[in-house]
């Protein structure tokens, strides 16, 4: 399972009983883990119930990674065999299918406990996958493995000459090498055996996962805020933003200075993160008026209970999208533009199949996410990217206006 093959600046796979691999895959579950647990704590979502979730997902993506780590047509195994995730080959695709499956299943019985929608759960919790994702690939590059289209060659164990990757770090640029039987990779040029050097591509999966990463969890959010009106301006007698005057009061100074430039904007870049909250996400509809259309709602139900089934079904559906409409427009009466719920979760599968697809053309048919079958493999990357982006943009555009129900939890209270 290990190499005891040691690389320029004392890159080693293992270091006695200490093996990096394992090492990265736990550390990064478990960051991915205490960042989820986060995130539900600061939407203020019961963390209990994630607890429990641990105890099922894990195991379910260690048997969906082993499965299609090991799944390869040129090497054909027992079925069950398949699942000895304690043996080498791993597939990141794998664990986040099974593990999502499980999960989705998990919470979707779960959420009728909190009355919290499957969807925040969703984006508490998925994105992070990226950060386990980032840690996990540093695991391959101590392996010497998850590197692409060959970039240079050299006749010693040091490529600071080969154009391409000269501008890494030396300990990574020296260590872009294939082991085949325990030995770096090697080819004959003008009759020379010299040491093939490949692109990084682990390095790259590990910067675009991170850089995506935090393009959902801070950059998103802020974004839409950044488009909508703004409360301090719809509301501008309500929500009041403070003024160079209000500075040089609080400090008993007159001048504009440097100092008390900065601190009017730190000053009112809290005052707008208090006025979003007061203005959108601790906005409490009229509980009169949503009683009422729960009652308008229940009556239509109750009407289109004596039609036939297929009248009885389109009324029905028609009086909950109506409700829901209500109930969007209601919870947010000034039509503030906020990212909804399950946009990050959907836009996690859209980024990282996008990056997987382009980092897969550079990978030899051995380190593909479906192994030696590249057309079929590269079909499913694009569907799932299209498919995330897809349900991102409903999620954002259609499932918040017509599928809400009050006394939920979404992107706020209802």
Same mark, same amino acid.
């Given at each position: 399972m290990f190499n005891s093959y040691v690389g320029p600046w004392g890159i080693s796979s293992d270091y006695g009983w200490f093996h990096v691999y394992a090492f990265t895959m736990f550390f990064g579950m478990v960051v991915a883990i205490l960042f989820s647990w986060y995130r539900l704590y600061k939407q203020k979502v019961p963390t209990d119930g994630f607890i429990w979730s641990v105890?099922?997902?894990?195991? $379910?993506? =260690?048997?969906?990674?082993?499965?299609?780590?090991?799944d390869d047509p040129t090497r054909p195994i027992g079925f069950w065999e398949k699942f000895a995730f304690w043996q080498p080959g791993m597939s990141i695709h794998g664990g986040v299918l099974f593990g999502a499956i499980v999960g989705l299943i998990f919470f979707a019985i779960y959420k009728k406990k909190t009355n919290v929608s499957l969807w925040v759960y969703g984006d508490c919790?998925?994105?992070?996958?990226?950060?386990?994702?980032?840690?996990? /690939?540093?695991?391959?590059?101590?392996?010497?493995?998850?590197? @692409?289209?060959?970039?240079?060659?050299? %006749?010693?164990?040091?490529?600071?000459?080969?154009? !391409?990757?000269?501008?890494?770090?030396?300990?990574?640029?020296?260590?872009?090498?294939?082991?085949?039987?325990?030995?770096?990779?090697?080819? #004959?040029? %003008?009759?020379?055996?010299?040491?093939?050097?490949? $692109?990084?591509?682990?390095?790259?999966?590990?910067?675009?996962?991170?850089?995506?990463?935090?393009?959902?969890?801070?950059?998103?959010?802020? $974004?839409?805020?950044?488009? &909508? +009106?703004?409360?301090?301006?719809?509301?501008?007698?309500?929500?009041?933003?403070?003024?160079?005057?209000?500075?040089?009061?609080?400090?008993?100074?007159?001048?504009?200075?440097?100092?008390?430039?900065?601190?009017?904007?730190?000053?009112?870049?809290?005052?707008?993160?208090?006025?979003?909250?007061?203005?959108?996400?601790?906005?409490?509809?009229? @509980?009169?008026?949503?009683?009422?259309?729960?009652?308008?709602?229940? !009556?239509? +139900?109750?009407? !289109?209970?004596?039609?036939?089934? #297929?009248?009885?079904?389109?009324?029905?559906? +028609? !009086?909950?999208?109506? /409700?829901? &409409?209500?109930?969007?427009?209601?919870?947010?009466?000034?039509?503030?533009?906020?990212? *909804?719920?399950?946009?990050?979760?959907? =836009?996690?599968?859209?980024?990282?199949?996008?990056?997987?697809?382009? =980092?897969?053309?550079?990978? %030899? %048919? $051995?380190?593909?996410?479906?192994?030696? *079958?590249?057309?079929?493999?590269?079909?499913? =990357?694009?569907?799932?990217?299209?498919?995330?982006?897809?349900?991102?943009?409903?999620?954002?555009?259609?499932?918040?206006?017509? #599928?809400?129900?009050?006394?939920?939890?979404?992107?706020?209270?209802?």
């Amino acid at each position: 399972m290990f190499n005891s093959y040691v690389g320029p600046w004392g890159i080693s796979s293992d270091y006695g009983w200490f093996h990096v691999y394992a090492f990265t895959m736990f550390f990064g579950m478990v960051v991915a883990i205490l960042f989820s647990w986060y995130r539900l704590y600061k939407q203020k979502v019961p963390t209990d119930g994630f607890i429990w979730s641990v105890v099922f997902i894990i195991p $379910a993506s =260690l048997l969906g990674a082993s499965f299609f780590g090991k799944d390869d047509p040129t090497r054909p195994i027992g079925f069950w065999e398949k699942f000895a995730f304690w043996q080498p080959g791993m597939s990141i695709h794998g664990g986040v299918l099974f593990g999502a499956i499980v999960g989705l299943i998990f919470f979707a019985i779960y959420k009728k406990k909190t009355n919290v929608s499957l969807w925040v759960y969703g984006d508490c919790i998925i994105p992070n996958i990226l950060l386990g994702q980032v840690i996990g /690939r540093w695991g391959n590059f101590f392996n010497h493995e998850l590197l @692409g289209a060959v970039v240079g060659y050299s %006749d010693v164990l040091n490529a600071s000459h080969i154009s !391409a990757i000269s501008w890494l770090p030396a300990f990574i640029r020296d260590n872009c090498f294939q082991l085949l039987g325990g030995s770096p990779e090697t080819a #004959f040029i %003008d009759g020379k055996e010299m040491i093939v050097f490949r $692109a990084p591509i682990f390095l790259y999966e590990s910067l675009a996962n991170l850089g995506f990463w935090a393009i959902l969890t801070f950059l998103l959010p802020n $974004a839409f805020h950044w488009f &909508s +009106k703004k409360p301090w301006k719809v509301e501008a007698k309500k929500y009041q933003l403070l003024t160079m005057a209000d500075i040089q009061k609080k400090t008993k100074t007159k001048s504009n200075s440097v100092s008390n430039y900065f601190t009017l904007i730190h000053q009112n870049h809290k005052l707008k993160q208090k006025y979003w909250n007061e203005a959108f996400y601790n906005y409490k509809a009229d @509980g009169f008026v949503v009683k009422e259309i729960n009652q308008k709602y229940k !009556a239509k +139900k109750a009407k !289109a209970m004596k039609e036939q089934f #297929f009248v009885r079904n389109d009324l029905i559906t +028609k !009086a909950y999208f109506a /409700r829901s &409409s209500k109930l969007y427009h209601l919870n947010n009466p000034k039509g503030y533009v906020v990212l *909804r719920s399950g946009v990050q979760m959907w =836009l996690y599968f859209f980024g990282w199949n996008f990056i997987r697809f382009c =980092l897969e053309l550079q990978r %030899d %048919d $051995a380190d593909l996410f479906l192994k030696h *079958r590249r057309t079929l493999d590269y079909t499913i =990357l694009i569907l799932i990217f299209f498919l995330g982006l897809v349900l991102a943009v409903l999620s954002q555009l259609v499932f918040a206006r017509y #599928f809400r129900k009050n006394g939920w939890t979404y992107e706020k209270e209802y």
